[in-house]
Every structure is written in structure tokens, then in C-alpha cells.
């Protein structure tokens, strides 16, 4: 992404990989600080640990006198060791201050073990490594990993083939984008045909030149070079660190990214101790007590040297005993003195006392009835006692969308098809009984329930004389990703659960997606079996918001089906009918039911057209640099004079609460930012579902951004203020919600205005939804706002990928962090935990 009109520098193609081959990787270097270098190629262990037996001590000690607090009682011990002005034996004081400083020392000391054992844990997992079983830690850039069933992948690697036919490979990405939904892969025919058995892998020599690490989750670009020929990657090819092997037996890939070179890691921000708003408060008062105390001593001190002189002039008779000192020399004794004797001002047991409160205060937490999940037995739990403190000071909330705000359950409502609206009846018992005695071959193959039905459109379906309603359910069998495994009945794997819906609705409809390989797709259509050729897939991305397959039918003509936005499907049709008009207003109208709502649309493609545009998308196909922009030129000219086939409208459910206790919040004056990977129109849909959106607000998109920070950095300079908090909006009468993330790039001067300017913008809004971030991204949005408006903020996430997001802070200090669902991953690294958004403590 570009952003605010700032080019974006391409990615190096630096990075090259040669299989079984460790001695070329280890003879490079990098230079990592002043004459120092290491290996550039790193290795797979991995240490998220703050400590180590030498640095423990020291660190945590600088750590804790961080606390001005501590530094104080330790002067007053220094104090304590002069005899002239002692009151009392320093070590009566030191005891209780090693007392506090053990206390916290053993708690960080025991999180810090918990890494520690996490990472020893993860390093030494088993895996096949040329298939000699070694451990993790023994993984090198270029080795091939067998990997098996229920394994977890342990480096970003090229999947070379599988076990499952055309060489799929199904993996879990919980820990990466905290979907639960399973994926597919799928390896290169190349691979798949060639690598057949051990003694071919382990003479593969393939060379993989690709871009160097970096933290895009979602994107990968490379060629591998095998045989004289070269082939195109991307990231269909690659399996993540931290993916789960699911339903696959076995499959084999190659190193490219180990350790902390992995895309997960890049991702991984630094564990920071966290400074409460209290704690900040509590140093400031520490050092305005001591100066009070320093003024006070010295007036005391002062006012005692006074008195010395005159007792010591009425009194001669004492002279002797004062021979050795003038009255300043007492009085500067005195002045320490009175500083000791008033140092109880600021009384060591009043931390320790926090610190019992804090500890209290955690188990109400846990112990909170109305936060316990009786459906799952899932109670709260304060996994941090410091920051408990921080729940009613929070002025914003940065939340994930997916399995966070929504259940990530799909299910499919309505569609227009032809002028015509479907599914205005609830699929009632007599009508499922009646609809699988239509199609047996659907009931064959484990029909699953719909949320409805209309039979208006079973009985046109099973009539088969509406050709468009027959290309409409066609589409929904063929334009996906989804893959499947036959079992006693067929199982869907989607990648997203608003595809399994559409898919599962065309089974249900009598179009059944029976199987899929490298380059065709199997259907069975009204219980006729047919298989089409996949000649191109062209994939969904932010930019363009649609989906294509181009396949060949069994009787050899060439379609496009296209699905996606009605913004970018309506603008390519071919021509604007009657149809055309109606469908745009039951789009409008689904819209209004906050349904999710996608066009349907496809067109007939020569052989002259095809031969000549396959011919330049191989060609595009292999580049390094700018191979994404050719690819969307070529995809955007066979997308052109489309036919419209209808609409669908999918619902996303809600947590149980959400729109309750979005409400609540914004009558708390507290501002919800939402952080979703998701593509814009699904968290707009969201967003309008949870009342985060409402119909008065208008919109303001990325592109209205840049334009809108440009023209202020063109008027103002560094020192001006960039945005008087509403007024400007309110003089244009706007009501401004939704903002896309925006990164500074440029000078330091000119960044640090891009982010002011972007903040205070984004502060002044209604409502912000940051759509297409990675975990790395969501934690910099979380510190840019911090670092600009010095608020208190809550993260709240539910899988690994809101880790950074929870675990962010700016200078350390002002932030909370909840996950929301205890059995996730994320989890672990939250301060708190609830089961569901209606038992959130701030409702």
C-alpha cells in the first residue's frame, strides 16, 4: 500500500535459497553493529525471553528503580549510613525495600521462566529434517521438512508436494490471522509430478530467488529456478511458521525463512513491562514530595543554625562541646538530619499496601460471577495485577473484528437472481423433508441445514429452464477456493466461512462441489456429473474486490465467473437493463438488513481472446518486480463486458451483546477502534450490524485521506497545529467515521506531521475501522495514538495474531490488553481474559 502519496520502496529480490545446500548459506554475513557480523541466513531457534542467568539481576534492578519511588528509599538508606546524622541502623531500612524489590523481582522472575520454557518447548520440537528426525532448533535455510498430520509448521517454507491428490495441503492459520476456518496450498506441478519419492527429494537443486524477510503476512513474491526452467511463487505456495497441518498425511517444503527471519516473527513485538497511568502519577508526586521535603529540610536546617548561634552565645559554659563545629557546619547537619527524620512522608509501606490491593483486586476479577461463561465454564482471569486499575480511565479500545466482535459463523439469507428476489420463508422442517426428496444426490452427500429456503426457487432450480438462475448456481459451485474431502459425506474446507456458505447453498440447490486439482473443478449438477478445466484463477485482493475463474466446460467453450463488490462488478457489465436496475435495489435493500452482499457475474470468452491474454499472464506470471500491477492490468481486461447473474446476501452473526455494549461504551464517551484483516466491505458490514456505524455518518476513505493530509502539510509547518480537535469538521457540516491505516513515510519531520495529522483526524471521528492489517500493523496503530494523545488504551483480541496489538505500548506505559476467548492462543499474553463480549467489565 501506498500511503498519503508517498511511494513505497519495492521489495529487494536478494534473497536466494538453494536446496540441500548448507554450505552456501553459511558462508554469508550481514553487519548487525559497528564491526560485528553475524550469519545472514539465521537460524530456526527462537528466544522471546526478556532475561538470561547474567542479565536478570541487573536488568530487573534498572527496571524496578525505574520506579522513582525506589530510588527515593534508597538515598534515605544512604543517609542512614553516616553516623553524625543516622536515626537508625540502615540495614532496619534496607530489609523492607529488598523485601518490595524480591516481591517483584520473583513475579517477573516467574513470567520470565514461562518464556523461557515456551521457547526450550517450541526449539525443541521434533521433525523430520532430510528424514533424519532432529529438532527445531536444527532446521537451516535450504534443508526440505517432511512434515505430518497435526504438525505444526517451523519455518516459513515451499511446499514441494503432498499426500493429497494434485499435491494440496490443508493447514490451521489460528496463530497467524486467528481464523479458524482451515486452508489449502497447493504446490507446483512441477514439484508435484517430479518429487515422488526420498531419493528425488534429496537430490532436488532447485534455486528460489524471493524477497528478503520481511513482516507482510499476506504476500510473497519469487521464482524458483529448477531445470532450466523457472516458475512463478507466491503466497498460495508458502506454509507460515506456526500454520497447524490438518487433514493432509503428509507433505514436504523447503526452507525459506527460519527463526527470526519467519514472517511470524517479523511480526513479534518486544515483551516491555507495562507503566500504569498510577504509576506514572505516583513518580511525579514522589519527586514534587521530595522537593517539598529538600525545602522544607533546608528552612528547618537554617532556622536551627540560627538558634545554635544564640543558644551557644547565652550559653558559654557549653562552648566546649560545640568547639569542633561552627553553627553552619550543624546546620548542614541538621539539614540532613530533618530530611531523614521527615523521609517517613513518603511511607514505604504504602507500596507494599498497593501491591496487596492489586493482588486482591485480581482475584475479585476471577472470582465475578456475571463475567463467568457458564456455556463453555470459562470464568475471567487477571493474568496481571498492575494494570487492573487502568479499566475505568480507558479512553480508547482498539478490537479485532473476527471471532472477536462476530462468531465467524456464516450463513447464507437471500438472493436476487434475474429480477427476482429468493428467500423470504424460513426453511421449516416440512420444507427440508420436501427439498431432499428434490435432490437424493444432495442428501448423498451430507446435505447440511440452511438458515433458509424459499421453494419458489427449488422448484425453478429443479425445473432447469431459467438458463441465467443456471449459470447464477454454476458460479457458486465453481468461482471459490473452497476444497474437499469425502469421508462418509463431503467436508468443505473454505478459507473463509462466507464461501463455504455460498458453496453450501448451491449443494443445496442441486449444484454440488464434489472435487478439485491443479487445473479442474468437479460439479455435480442436478445429479449429472461434470468437470471443468481451470485455465485461470484470478484471485481476490483488497484493490480490486472480486474473484474470477476462468474454465473450460466439457463441451469446450471458455466462460469467466466473476463474483465480488457491487461497486466493481456493476461497472463492468456489459450493458444496464431492467435487471440490471432491480438487482442495484435489492442490493440496497439487504444492505439495509446489514447483510453482506455480493454481485454475481460472468461472460463468454473466445479462443482467439484467451490464447493471446494466457499467452502475456505466464509471461507476467514470472516477473520479480511489479508482477502483482502487470497481473491486475491483465485481470482487469478479461474482466470487461460482463453479464449480470444476480446477487447474494450472507449474514456474519454477532457475539451474544456487542451492539449493547458498543452503545454503552460510546455513552462512557469511550471511542472504539475496530482492526481487521478483513477486506473493507465485510467490516463496514460489521460495523453497521453493531451499531459501531450509523446511516447520518459519511464516509471518508483512504484515497479522501491522503488527498486531505497533503493539502495540510502543504499549508502548515512542523509547529502548527494540524487539526483543532471537530471544529474544522463541524464548520463542513461532516460527520466523518471510517478511516483506512495510513503510514508516514519521508524525513522525520514530515512523517511525524503525516502521523499528527492522521491522529488528530482519526481522533475526531465517530468511529474507525482500520481494514487489511497485519498483527505488526495493528500494534503501530495502537502506538500511534498513544504516542500523539497520551490516552489510556484496551486491545482486545482473541487469537495469536492480536498478540502485538495486546502487547504494544508507547514508552511502555498506558495500555491494557484483554483476550476475549481463553482457549485461543492470544490468550497467554493478554494482562486479562473474559469468555464473551456481554461479560466485558466495562459494560
Not at 524471493?210 to 513474491?221: D, I
Amino acid at each position: 500500500m501506498r500511503a498519503c502519496g508517498y511511494p513505497l520502496a519495492f521489495p529487494a529480490f536478494t534473497w536466494e535459497v538453494r536446496a540441500n545446500d548448507r554450505n552456501y548459506h553459511m558462508q554469508f554475513k550481514k553487519k548487525f553493529a559497528l564491526c560485528l557480523t553475524k550469519k545472514k541466513y539465521a537460524g530456526n531457534a527462537i528466544k522471546t525471553a526478556k532475561y538470561n542467568i547474567f542479565t536478570f539481576l541487573p536488568l530487573n534492578l534498572y527496571e524496578q528503580f525505574h520506579r522513582m519511588a525506589n530510588v527515593y528509599f534508597v538515598f534515605v538508606i544512604l543517609l542512614q549510613t553516616f553516623p553524625e546524622i543516622s536515626t537508625l541502623p540502615w540495614y532496619t531500612l534496607l530489609f523492607p525495600l529488598s523485601c518490595l524489590l524480591t516481591i517483584r523481582g520473583l513475579r517477573d522472575l516467574i513470567d520470565d521462566i514461562g518464556r523461557h520454557q515456551s521457547d526450550r518447548n517450541i526449539n525443541s520440537r521434533p521433525c523430520e529434517i532430510l528424514f533424519r528426525w532432529q529438532k527445531w532448533r536444527d532446521i537451516c535455510v535450504g534443508d526440505i521438512v517432511r512434515l505430518r498430520k497435526e504438525n505444526f509448521v517451523p519455518a516459513d517454507m515451499l511446499l514441494l508436494c503432498s499426500s493429497e491428490p494434485s499435491s494440496l495441503c490443508y493447514v490451521e492459520t489460528a496463530d497467524i490471522d486467528g481464523e479458524t476456518n482451515l486452508k489449502f496450498r497447493q504446490a507446483l506441478l512441477a514439484t508435484h509430478q517430479e518429487l515422488v519419492s526420498e531419493e528425488s527429494m534429496a537430490a532436488f537443486d532447485g534455486r528460489v530467488i524471493c524477497e528478503e524477510p520481511n513482516s507482510r503476512m499476506h504476500s510473497f513474491t519469487g521464482t524458483l529456478e529448477w531445470r532450466g526452467e523457472t516458475y512463478s511463487l507466491d503466497s498460495e505456495r508458502i506454509l507460515l511458521r506456526g500454520c497447524k497441518l490438518r487433514n493432509t498425511d503428509v507433505c514436504y517444503g523447503l526452507v525459506i525463512y527460519a527463526g527470526f527471519d519467519s514472517k511470524i516473527m517479523r511480526n513479534c513485538g518486544k515483551i516491555k513491562r507495562k507503566k500504569t497511568k498510577l504509576d506514572c502519577m505516583m513518580d511525579r508526586l514522589v519527586i514534587i514530595i521530595f522537593l517539598v521535603l529538600l525545602v522544607t529540610s533546608l528552612c528547618l536546617a537554617v532556622a536551627s543554625g540560627f538558634w545554635a548561634r544564640m543558644f551557644q552565645e547565652k550559653h558559654s559554659y557549653l562552648s566546649a562541646l560545640y568547639k569542633h563545629t561552627t553553627p553552619a557546619q550543624q546546620a548542614f547537619f541538621n539539614f540532613w538530619g530533618f530530611t531523614i527524620l521527615l523521609s517517613i512522608i513518603i511511607p514505604m509501606s504504602m507500596y507494599i499496601t498497593f501491591e496487596f490491593i492489586y493482588l486482591v483486586n485480581s482475584f475479585f476479577i476471577n472470582w465475578d460471577l456475571e463475567m463467568y461463561y457458564a456455556v463453555k465454564d470459562i470464568p475471567a482471569k487477571a493474568r496481571s495485577t498492575s494494570l487492573n486499575d487502568q479499566l475505568g480511565q480507558i479512553e480508547y479500545i482498539f478490537s479485532d473484528k473476527t471471532g472477536t466482535l462476530t462468531q465467524n459463523v456464516m450463513s447464507f439469507k437471500k438472493c436476487c437472481i434475474n429480477g427476482t428476489i429468493y428467500g423470504n420463508f424460513w426453511w421449516t422442517q416440512q420444507h427440508r423433508h420436501n427439498s431432499t426428496s428434490l435432490w437424493p444426490t444432495a442428501d448423498h452427500h451430507g446435505e447440511k441445514k440452511l438458515d433458509f429456503c424459499d421453494m419458489t426457487l427449488l422448484e425453478a432450480a429443479r425445473r432447469d429452464s431459467d438458463p441465467v438462475l443456471r449459470e447464477f448456481l454454476r458460479l457458486l459451485a465453481l468461482c471459490h477456493t473452497v476444497m474437499v474431502e469425502e469421508k462418509d459425506q463431503l467436508v468443505y474446507q473454505a478459507a473463509s466461512p462466507d464461501e463455504e456458505a455460498l458453496v453450501l447453498a448451491a449443494k443445496n440447490l442441486g449444484y454440488v462441489f464434489l472435487a478439485r486439482t491443479q487445473d479442474t473443478i468437479t460439479i455435480s449438477e442436478l445429479g449429472l456429473k461434470r468437470t471443468y478445466k481451470v485455465l485461470a484463477m484470478l484471485d481476490f485482493n483488497s484493490d480490486r474486490k472480486r474473484m474470477s475463474v476462468l474454465v473450460r466446460d466439457p463441451q469446450g467453450t471458455i466462460r469467466l465467473y466473476t463474483k465480488g463488490a457491487d461497486t466493481v462488478i456493476l461497472e463492468r457489465l456489459q450493458r444496464r437493463g431492467p435487471n440490471e436496475t432491480f438487482t442495484e435495489m435489492a442490493l440496497d435493500r439487504f444492505a439495509e438488513e446489514t447483510l453482506r452482499t455480493l454481485c454475481l457475474a460472468s461472460k463468454e470468452v473466445s479462443e482467439v481472446e484467451y490464447s493471446v491474454w494466457s499467452r502475456r499472464h505466464h509471461e507476467s506470471s514470472v516477473l520479480l518486480q511489479d508482477r502483482a500491477r502487470e497481473l491486475d492490468k491483465l485481470y482487469e481486461e478479461m474482466e470487461q463486458n460482463l453479464q449480470l447473474l444476480g446477487a447474494t446476501a450472507i449474514e456474519d452473526k454477532l457475539q451474544d451483546g456487542v451492539p449493547e455494549t458498543i452503545q454503552l461504551l460510546k455513552l462512557g464517551n469511550i471511542k472504539v477502534w475496530v482492526l481487521t484483516g478483513d477486506k473493507q466491505e465485510t467490516a463496514m458490514n460489521i460495523g453497521y450490524a453493531c451499531k459501531l456505524l450509523t446511516d447520518d455518518m459519511e464516509i471518508l476513505e483512504e484515497k479522501e485521506i491522503r488527498l486531505w493530509v497533503r493539502s495540510q502539510l502543504r499549508v502548515l509547518s512542523p509547529k502548527d497545529k494540524i487539526l483543532h480537535t471537530g471544529e474544522v469538521l463541524k464548520e463542513k457540516g461532516r460527520l466523518w467515521r471510517r478511516l483506512a491505516c495510513c503510514k508516514a513515510t519521508g524525513s522525520q519531520d514530515r512523517g511525524s506531521l503525516v502521523e499528527k495529522a492522521f491522529v488528530d483526524l482519526a481522533t475526531s471521528c465517530q468511529a474507525v475501522i482500520c481494514c487489511r492489517v497485519t498483527p505488526k500493523q495493528k500494534a503501530l496503530i495502537v502506538q500511534l495514538v498513544k504516542k500523539h494523545k497520551k490516552a489510556i488504551t484496551l486491545a482486545i483480541g482473541d487469537g495469536a495474531n492480536d498478540v502485538n496489538m495486546i502487547k504494544s505500548e508507547a514508552r511502555g506505559r498506558e495500555s491494557v490488553g484483554f483476550s476475549w476467548r481463553i482457549p485461543l492462543v492470544g490468550s497467554g499474553c493478554a494482562p486479562s481474559a473474559i469468555s464473551t463480549t456481554s461479560h466485558s467489565p466495562l459494560r
